[in-house]
């Protein structure tokens, strides 16, 4: 039912396309995103200029989480190649493309994870990796990853939902927090998200229910606050909205709150989020390749206008775009704005 669910909405992001509908019971009426754009002349979006290469390198992940819009988990086969990966490496060389953005899944899974890291260090591309944090916990083949991020400079990004076990744990799995606590213990241990450091340990916070996040600022404060107790230092809080797709949207969908949920990020549209999105700085690489304009856009299969394999990859085509869009893209939109840099305003 949920592929089905994506498959309709894939149809929603056109002018002329005013009604959403998911299935015989569950259907809103609301303007399209497109629409909103249209209003206020930014239609068609274009890119800025691409900074970042988001890359993931498969599905395949430690934990289930109940939020992922990547439906990620120990099961998931999808496994980049180094071919693909090689490929990716081919497509940075000679560009000003400064950032490399690495995901999963639990990125560090892939077998060629470390080899691909050594390799774009060697291109001098800052590195993100975005770490689940359990996995250095998972297995003591991948207890020395601090140390792996401290040689290749990494910005480690990690996702804690809370600050307590209880709503940790309920959203990402039995034992998480204290397994989470650890690993950033062992961060911190290495030199990470020290005043004095330049290894930079960034948070990701994501709501647990069908709600916006609240004030990032806020949110950090009380972070730091409460870590402390743990001796745990990071650098800084990303607020992130949950966008209703895949497992997100099938909870939604699930407790009937799917219809408030739309509305509510209608209602919270913000016309100067709508510019700073992070479609337009960012290309997004699919395991396999494909080319997209964000990674929720790759969940969905929703491809690139332009070059759509990275084997095919033109700079200065992509960069002339039309960037795609569609009702999901509210979420990135809604109050001060969501990208996988945190706020956008």
Same mark, same amino acid.
């Given at each position: 039912?949920?592929?089905?669910?994506?498959?309709?909405?894939?149809?929603?992001?056109?002018?002329?396309?005013?009604?959403?509908?998911?299935?015989?019971?569950?259907?809103?009426?609301?303007?399209?995103?497109?629409?909103?754009?249209?209003?206020?002349?930014?239609?068609?979006?274009?890119?800025?200029?691409?900074?970042?290469?988001?890359?993931?390198?498969?599905?395949?992940?430690?934990?289930?989480?109940?939020?992922?819009?990547?439906?990620?988990?120990?099961?998931?086969?999808?496994?980049?190649?180094?071919?693909?990966?090689?490929?990716?490496?081919?497509?940075?060389?000679?560009?000003?493309?400064?950032?490399?953005?690495?995901?999963?899944?639990?990125?560090?899974? &892939?077998?060629?994870?470390?080899? /691909?890291? #050594?390799? +774009?260090? @060697?291109?001098? =591309?800052?590195?993100?990796?975005?770490?689940? %944090?359990?996995?250095?916990?998972?297995?003591?083949?991948?207890?020395?990853?601090?140390?792996?991020?401290?040689?290749?400079?990494?910005?480690?990004?990690?996702?804690?939902?809370?600050?307590?076990?209880?709503?940790?744990?309920?959203?990402?799995?039995?034992?998480?927090?204290?397994?989470?606590?650890?690993?950033?213990?062992?961060?911190?241990?290495?030199?990470?998200?020290?005043?004095?450091?330049?290894?930079?340990?960034?948070?990701?916070?994501?709501?647990?229910?069908?709600?916006?996040?609240?004030?990032?600022?806020?949110?950090?404060?009380?972070?730091?606050?409460?870590?402390?107790?743990?001796?745990?230092?990071?650098?800084?809080?990303?607020?992130?909205? &949950?966008?209703?797709?895949?497992? /997100?949207? #099938?909870? +939604?969908? @699930?407790?009937? =709150?799917?219809?408030?949920?739309?509305?509510? %990020?209608?209602?919270?549209?913000?016309?100067?989020?709508?510019?700073?999105?992070?479609?337009?700085?960012?290309?997004s690489i699919s395991w396999d390749g494909h080319l997209y304009d964000c990674d929720f856009n790759q969940m969905l299969?929703?491809?690139?206008?332009?070059?759509?394999?990275?084997?095919?990859?033109?700079?200065?085509?992509?960069?002339?775009?039309?960037?795609?869009?569609?009702?999901?893209?509210?979420?990135?939109?809604?109050?001060?704005?969501?990208?996988?840099?945190?706020?956008?305003?």
């Amino acid at each position: 039912m949920l592929k089905s669910l994506q498959r309709q909405k894939h149809k929603l992001g056109t002018p002329e396309g005013q009604i959403e509908v998911l299935d015989d019971h569950h259907s809103i009426n609301i303007p399209s995103f497109e629409s909103k754009l249209t209003e206020l002349n930014q239609l068609p979006l274009k890119p800025t200029k691409i900074d970042i290469f988001q890359i993931n390198v498969g599905k395949m992940c430690n934990q289930v989480c109940a939020h992922c819009h990547v439906d990620a988990g120990p099961d998931r086969k999808e496994i980049m190649t180094r071919e693909t990966m090689q490929q990716c490496l081919d497509a940075l060389e000679g560009t000003d493309i400064s950032t490399v953005d690495l995901t999963g899944g639990a990125p560090e899974m &892939n077998p060629d994870f470390r080899w /691909f890291v #050594e390799e +774009l260090s @060697k291109l001098g =591309k800052q590195i993100i990796v975005r770490c689940n %944090l359990t996995i250095i916990l998972a297995n003591p083949k991948y207890n020395d990853l601090p140390e792996f991020f401290k040689k290749h400079k990494i910005n480690v990004v990690s996702s804690l939902p809370y600050f307590t076990a209880k709503r940790t744990d309920a959203q990402r799995g039995d034992g998480v927090f204290e397994k989470s606590i650890k690993a950033l213990q062992m961060l911190n241990a290495v030199g990470y998200g020290q005043e004095d450091s330049d290894l930079k340990l960034d948070l990701v916070y994501n709501p647990a229910g069908a709600f916006l996040p609240g004030d990032q600022k806020a949110l950090e404060s009380q972070f730091k606050r409460k870590l402390l107790e743990y001796d745990i230092e990071f650098n800084d809080l990303y607020a992130i909205t &949950n966008l209703p797709i895949s497992r /997100f949207l #099938e909870y +939604l969908v @699930k407790t009937e =709150k799917y219809e408030d949920y739309m509305v509510e %990020l209608v209602n919270a549209f913000n016309p100067v989020a709508a510019l700073g999105v992070m479609c337009r700085n960012t290309i997004s690489i699919s395991w396999d390749g494909h080319l997209y304009d964000c990674d929720f856009n790759q969940m969905l299969e929703l491809k690139v206008n332009g070059p759509q394999h990275i084997k095919d990859f033109n700079v200065q085509e992509l960069e002339k775009r039309d960037i795609i869009l569609s009702q999901h893209c509210y979420g990135c939109t809604a109050g001060a704005g969501s990208s996988c840099g945190g706020t956008t305003t």
